[in-house]
């Protein structure tokens, strides 16, 4: 999609935008508008528009990688059936592969060998030109990068017909193997992601009491149910049954830092679930409740409610936050939304505020160095764990798409835990 924008020279407006040339590079052009901006902003539109239905790529050996995937985001990408969620992930991979020395090459001459390189580097680790990849990255990333190079080579030999072949198809994303020094002593040895003990999250939220209280809501919520930091800011009150002890999972909030907006999405799966939680939650929440209906009344009309508006982008669908004390006049479009975690004054707490907070705690509150809110998800796995829960029941109440992922978590138990096993062998035998 050609990019343009107009500017004003004396009292006329201009409009221009870039075209390839007969060789295949980009270059500016620039038209004369009219007196008024909106109308010459309509005269860019309509330019694009029809450069875009009538352009030809002279010559495919000129176009780059990195063009070409821009390309790719620009007319399939942004106006395709993924989710928001999923398009900003590939927009930022895009973005990172572009300090690859790869993302340079004429498309024409990228090999197979190349590419394998580069998704190698991307599990494995390494660096290359301005691209570093440290110790290499999860298996999972490296299937974002090879999916986005698939579907723009595709885009380029099925609709743009500039290529015959896919130099994709012979890549494969490589397994690391998990290997480990047998001469580490156990002190050595760095053990990832250590639950949370009681004691260790009473002690968090006596901390959080004093320094940050409006988050300590959504960081109980999280304990005791495993939401991830979107989905527990976007829990609502509609979401949770007090008398039944339950709470269903619909949505999560998070920051798209390409239009600068908090939005309102699915969860990362795309699935609704439930899950269930005991009395201390459920005396919380109601504390909760009660809380935030007197700080209505304390703040009078200055209290914050929670609204939604529903955007359409390129055939995407997009629901914008947004909050407006009692003063203020609600559009037509605003739709309102009960929100659980709030601040005192009523709007909504974020989630980029919440992973903030949690930065914060790991650089002032000792012992917990390695804090994030993740880890409030891990540590209610581990308690489900080791209180017998079985890995069905894991799998639906976090929300994993296959048990194979739940069962990674039951790969990794603590000592305790494998401890006890061992032991019932010693109570069969006698």
Known sequence: MAKGSVRKKGKKWYYRFYVEDATGRLIQKEYVGTESKSETEKLLRKAMEEYENTKIVANSENITLAMLLD????????????????????????????????????ISSVTSEQLQAFVDLIVFGGKEGNFDAGNGYTRGYAVVFSAILNHAFRYAITRKKILAYNPMKEVKVKRKKITADPFLSEDEYDENAIPLTPEMFSRLIAYMEKHHPESILAVQISYYTGLRVGEASGLTWQDINLDEQYLTVRRSVGYNSVRHKTEIGPTKRGKIRVVPFGDKLTEILKAAKAKQKFNEKTYGELYQRCYYKEVLEKNRNYYEYYSLNGTQEVPEDYHSIDFVCRRDDGSLMRSFTLTTVCKKISEKLPGFEDFHFHL????????????????????????HSDIGTTMNWYAHGTKDTKRSSVKMLDQLTG
């Open 376 to 399: 409030l998800r891990h540590t209610f796995t581990t308690n489900l764990i080791q209180s017998g829960a079985s890995p069905k029941d894991v799998q639906e109440m976090l929300g």
């Open 71 to 106: 390309n790719w985001a620009d007319e399939e990408l942004k106006t395709g059936p993924l989710s928001n969620g999923t398009v900003q992930e590939y927009l930022h991979a895009i973005k990172r592969f572009k300090d690859h020395p790869l993302s340079s090459r004429k």
